[in-house]
C-alpha cells in the first residue's frame, strides 16, 4: 500500500544534532512496512549481525528497488530546494501543526494542570500560539507579494525562513536532557526512537500522580517553569517571521 505520513523526527539517526543543537529543519524519509498490519518494531533483524548485504538483497529488498525509489526521492527533495528561489517552507503549515500540538496537550494533561494551578499559564500558553498564527498568515501574505526581481528582498525573506527552526531551540535544553534543546519537537526520554510533543512538558507530568509528595511538588514546579520557557520560545520563534521593516 503505498501511502504516506508524517510523524516527528525521533533521535534515531545523525539528524538528531541539526535540529536538536542548532535548529536546522530536519526529515528521515523511508518507505516502510503497514504498521497497522505488522505489530513489530521492525523486521525481525534489525541492528543484529545477521543483517547483511545478502539479507537485504535477497530478502528485505531484491534489486534494492526501495533503496532506488527513497534515493531518487532524496535527489529530487535536494534539488528541489537548491533550485527554488525562496525556501519552500509554509509557515502557515508550521502555525497549524503548533495549534494541533497545543489542543493534543490540553486533551491529554490540560485539566491536569489546570488542577494543579497552571491554568494561567497555559491561556498565555494560548496567546502565544494565537499570536504565531497571527504572524504567519501575514508572513505568507507578504510573501505573496515579495518582489522576487529584488536580490535583497528574496535574502530577507529566506533568512527570516531559516531563522525560525532556530528559534525554537532553548539553549539551556530540556528539563534533565540539556542536550535536546527544541521545545516543540524532541524523542520522548520513555522512548527515543519516537518523537514527541512539547517533549519537556510531557516528560516531567509522566505518571507524575504516582509519585509521592515531595517528588509531585517538585515534578510541577519543574512544569510551571518549562511552561513558561515554552511560551517565551514560541513567542522568540514568532519574532522571526515579523516585518522588521514597520515600525
Known amino acids: 500500500m503505498n501511502c504516506f505520513s508524517i510523524n516527528a523526527v525521533?533521535?534515531?539517526?545523525?539528524?538528531?544534532?541539526?535540529?536538536?543543537?542548532?535548529?536546522?529543519?530536519?526529515?528521515?524519509?523511508?518507505?516502510?512496512?503497514?504498521?497497522?498490519?505488522w505489530k513489530v518494531s521492525?523486521?525481525?533483524?534489525?541492528?543484529?549481525?545477521?543483517?547483511?548485504?545478502?539479507?537485504?538483497?535477497k530478502l528485505i529488498d531484491r534489486g534494492f528497488q526501495y533503496h532506488l525509489?527513497?534515493?531518487?526521492?532524496?535527489?529530487?527533495?535536494?534539488?528541489?530546494?537548491?533550485?527554488?528561489?525562496?525556501?519552500?517552507?509554509n509557515v502557515e503549515d508550521y502555525a497549524?501543526?503548533?495549534?494541533q500540538l497545543k489542543e493534543s496537550l490540553d486533551a491529554g494533561y490540560g485539566q491536569l494542570m489546570r488542577d494543579n494551578g497552571l491554568g494561567e499559564g497555559l491561556s498565555y500558553l494560548e496567546d502565544a500560539v494565537r499570536n504565531f498564527t497571527d504572524v504567519a498568515k501575514d508572513f505568507q501574505?507578504?510573501?505573496?507579494?515579495?518582489?522576487?526581481?529584488?536580490?535583497?528582498?528574496?535574502?530577507?525573506?529566506n533568512d527570516q525562513?531559516?531563522?525560525?527552526?532556530?528559534?525554537?531551540?532553548?539553549?539551556?535544553?530540556?528539563?534533565?536532557?540539556k542536550?535536546?534543546?527544541?521545545?516543540?519537537?524532541?524523542?520522548?526520554?520513555?522512548?527515543?526512537?519516537?518523537?514527541?510533543?512539547?517533549?519537556?512538558?510531557?516528560?516531567a507530568m509522566f505518571e507524575i500522580e504516582k509519585t509521592s509528595?515531595?517528588?509531585k511538588t517538585k515534578r510541577w514546579e519543574e512544569v510551571r517553569k518549562h511552561l513558561s520557557v515554552v511560551t517565551f520560545t514560541i513567542m522568540s520563534a514568532t519574532s522571526t517571521l515579523v516585518d522588521h521593516i514597520q515600525f
Open 179 to 203: 542536550y535536546f534543546k527544541h521545545i516543540l519537537f524532541a524523542p520522548s526520554s520513555h522512548n527515543s526512537y519516537a518523537g514527541e510533543a512539547f517533549p519537556g512538558l510531557v516528560d
Open 69 to 89: 525509489a527513497v534515493s531518487r526521492l532524496w535527489g529530487e527533495i535536494a534539488r528541489s530546494l537548491a533550485d527554488s528561489l525562496i525556501i519552500p517552507l
Open 42 to 57: 521492525s523486521y525481525p533483524l534489525y541492528h543484529s549481525v545477521y543483517e547483511t548485504f545478502h539479507l537485504m538483497s
Open 213 to 215: 509528595s515531595a517528588e
Open 96 to 99: 497549524e501543526t503548533i495549534v
Open 161 to 177: 525562513l531559516m531563522y525560525l527552526e532556530r528559534g525554537f531551540i532553548d539553549s539551556a535544553g530540556l528539563p534533565g536532557r
Open 141 to 157: 501574505k507578504r510573501l505573496s507579494k515579495l518582489d522576487k526581481t529584488s536580490p535583497l528582498a528574496v535574502r530577507a525573506m
Open 10 to 37: 525521533g533521535a534515531g539517526s545523525d539528524f538528531t544534532g541539526f535540529l536538536q543543537l542548532v535548529g536546522v529543519s530536519s526529515m528521515d524519509t523511508r518507505y516502510t512496512y503497514n504498521t497497522n498490519e
